[in-house]
């Protein structure tokens, strides 16, 4: 699908003005209910870059959102957290039929400037996360939502000295519980999850038994995320629910497991194992090994010989 140039949003009240809304209560939070937003004065496919948070709770009919790797259609409750600086991709088949329903809250980094939230934001990894991979809530979930974003539109309505804590607070509440239901659905997809930990073992196998890493070195979070189609933050958090491993975690792994195979059935130097596992250097093989196994590849293998 192709967009045209991506609407450029440096601040929330852009966002009020382009959907033909009236301005926001609070320029740097806003909750938006998307019934309310009628007849949006752009084409049907389009693009935005907002330069704020976005949290967006939808059910759709016939629209298709993208950010990051995929597109995601759903009629069911759906949780999408957006960055600043990320593009966003919404494409509409059939305006006439149409149904939208949801909230969006968007919140300006600037509200989040001295507050605990500020730094901690970033662990929440979600807001990396691709489209095809948001949170889908459960009826309970659903509803425990949109009472918290409620609470914070009630509170931003009502500014006084104890306002910014509290909505601090209140978001920082709804970031847990979001977190909270992520792992809930890392656990609860296991078909899915264990089919997609085969495909990263497939694909590692496939890397170093094509000789794939002697042409492109050492195997990446990011090239098996592509493969995958998955996003590396995305991979790395599901992998290590189910193996208690991240990705790179698993990647080292793999590569311990065939420098002790070549270590003990192959006449091979140091040197050209680690030529063949992609190291540019033996140096760092040799330092890599013992960092995971507390002896030297030479160590290793007089114990077998």
């Known amino acids: 699908m192709k967009y045209s140039q991506p609407y450029h949003l440096k601040t929330i009240n852009q966002y009020h003005k382009l959907m033909g809304l009236p301005?926001?209560?609070?320029?740097?939070?806003?909750?938006?209910?998307?019934?309310s937003i009628v007849e949006p004065s752009f084409?049907?496919?389009i693009s935005m870059v907002y330069d704020f948070y976005s949290i967006s709770l939808k059910r759709y009919s016939n629209i298709k959102l993208g950010y990051g790797q995929q597109e995601s259609e759903s009629d069911e409750g759906t949780l999408f957290f957006t960055a600043p600086g990320q593009i966003l991709h919404?494409?509409?088949?059939?305006?006439?039929?149409?149904k939208v329903d949801g909230r969006i809250l968007f919140v300006h980094p600037d509200m989040l400037w001295n507050t605990s939230l500020a730094k901690t934001i970033k662990k929440y990894d979600f807001f990396d996360y691709s489209a095809n991979e948001a949170l889908l809530l459960s009826?309970?979930?659903?509803?425990?939502?949109?009472?918290?974003l409620q609470d914070i539109a009630q509170e931003y309505s009502n500014i006084d000295n104890y306002s910014e804590d509290i909505i601090i607070?209140?978001?920082?509440?709804?970031?847990?519980?979001?977190?909270?239901?992520?792992?809930?659905?890392?656990?609860?997809?296991?078909?899915?999850?264990?089919?997609?930990?085969?495909?990263?073992?497939?694909l590692l196998n496939l890397y170093f038994?094509?000789?794939?890493?002697?042409?492109?070195?050492?195997?990446?979070?990011?090239?098996?995320?592509?493969e995958l189609n998955i996003s590396p933050?995305?991979?790395?958090?599901?992998?290590?629910?189910?193996?208690?491993?991240?990705?790179?975690?698993?990647i080292q792994e793999k590569i311990i497991t065939?420098?002790?195979?070549?270590?003990?059935?192959?006449?091979?130097?140091?040197?050209?194992?680690?030529?063949?596992?992609?190291?540019?250097h033996s140096q760092s093989f040799n330092k890599f090994f013992k960092v995971k196994t507390q002896l030297s590849p030479l160590e290793f293998r007089r114990l077998f010989n």
């Open 258 to 280: 065939i420098a002790k195979e070549k270590l003990t059935t192959t006449d091979l130097s140091v040197s050209e194992i680690a030529y063949e596992l992609g190291f540019e």
């Open 209 to 226: 038994r094509e000789d794939i890493v002697i042409a492109k070195g050492l195997p990446t979070v990011q090239y098996i995320s592509q």
């Open 169 to 202: 607070a209140q978001l920082e509440l709804l970031l847990a519980y979001a977190d909270r239901f992520y792992h809930r659905q890392f656990l609860t997809r296991k078909k899915y999850n264990h089919r997609i930990l085969n495909h990263v073992e497939e």
């Open 139 to 148: 009826e309970k979930e659903e509803s425990l939502i949109i009472g918290l």
């Open 23 to 35: 301005k926001p209560e609070n320029p740097l939070i806003s909750l938006v209910n998307l019934k």
């Open 43 to 45: 084409d049907k496919s």
């Open 233 to 250: 933050c995305y991979l790395s958090r599901l992998l290590k629910t189910i193996t208690g491993q991240t990705t790179q975690q698993l």
């Open 90 to 98: 919404i494409n509409i088949d059939n305006p006439d039929e149409v």
